[in-house]
């Protein structure tokens, strides 16, 4: 898998509903934005891996769909399995579980942004996961944390500001925020 296009084909292959490919555009418009902000503070995350990530994230709710307008996580285990069945390189494959589960795990900056672009895309701030973000590009770049922070924060907040948009579109196709 080498571009955010295989991925998508990849989910509609394996019979994603027209919402979660919905959801996964309205996800990737946000994680551009964040992107774009990193970028202009010095950061170049893998974006190649993060673009994957942010379309499988959800993988796992094809096999769970009442998870595409309810809580859960069953999704999360079922969607990496799911991937791995399907020849997804365990690094994208993990981004199933890692971009819910971060606390818990052992994650990359990638899989972090990811857990966050899935937060910020309908306007909701995390300020634990906004934290872990900063301090793993905090040490990463060897810069101030405070000083990153405020960057950062300005940042995360415009890309949550367009939320209410963006989660009108996802209403639009006939479910709810995922």
């Given at each position: 898998?080498?571009?955010?296009a295989?991925?998508?084909?990849m989910?509609?292959r394996?019979?994603?509903?027209?919402?979660?490919l919905?959801h996964?555009?309205?996800?990737?418009?946000?994680?551009?934005?964040?992107l774009?902000g990193?970028?202009?503070?010095?950061?170049?995350?893998?974006?190649?891996t993060?673009?994957?990530?942010?379309?499988?994230h959800h993988?796992?709710?094809?096999?769970?769909?009442?998870?595409?307008?309810?809580?859960?996580?069953?999704?999360e285990?079922?969607?990496?399995?799911?991937?791995?069945?399907?020849?997804?390189?365990?690094?994208l494959?993990?981004?199933?579980?890692?971009h819910?589960?971060?606390?818990?795990?052992?994650?990359?900056?990638?899989?972090?942004?990811?857990?966050?672009a899935?937060?910020?895309?309908?306007?909701?701030?995390?300020?634990?996961?906004?934290?872990?973000?900063?301090?793993?590009?905090s040490?990463?770049?060897?810069?101030?944390?405070?000083?990153?922070?405020?960057?950062a924060?300005?940042?995360f907040?415009?890309?949550?500001?367009?939320?209410?948009?963006?989660?009108?579109?996802?209403?639009?196709?006939?479910g709810?925020a995922?």
């Amino acid at each position: 898998m080498n571009s955010r296009a295989d991925a998508i084909a990849m989910l509609e292959r394996l019979g994603a509903p027209d919402h979660l490919l919905q959801h996964v555009s309205l996800v990737g418009e946000a994680l551009e934005e964040l992107l774009a902000g990193l970028s202009e503070l010095g950061i170049s995350p893998d974006v190649e891996t993060v673009c994957i990530g942010v379309v499988l994230h959800h993988a796992g709710k094809i096999l769970y769909p009442n998870e595409l307008v309810g809580p859960g996580s069953e999704h999360e285990a079922a969607g990496e399995a799911l991937l791995l069945r399907h020849g997804v390189a365990p690094h994208l494959a993990r981004i199933c579980r890692s971009h819910a589960q971060w606390r818990d795990m052992d994650v990359s900056l990638e899989e972090l942004l990811v857990g966050l672009a899935d937060r910020l895309w309908k306007g909701k701030r995390a300020t634990d996961l906004e934290e872990r973000v900063v301090d793993v590009l905090s040490r990463k770049l060897g810069r101030d944390r405070w000083e990153l922070y405020i960057q950062a924060d300005d940042l995360f907040e415009r890309v949550a500001s367009r939320g209410v948009e963006r989660l009108a579109r996802s209403m639009s196709v006939g479910g709810s925020a995922s």
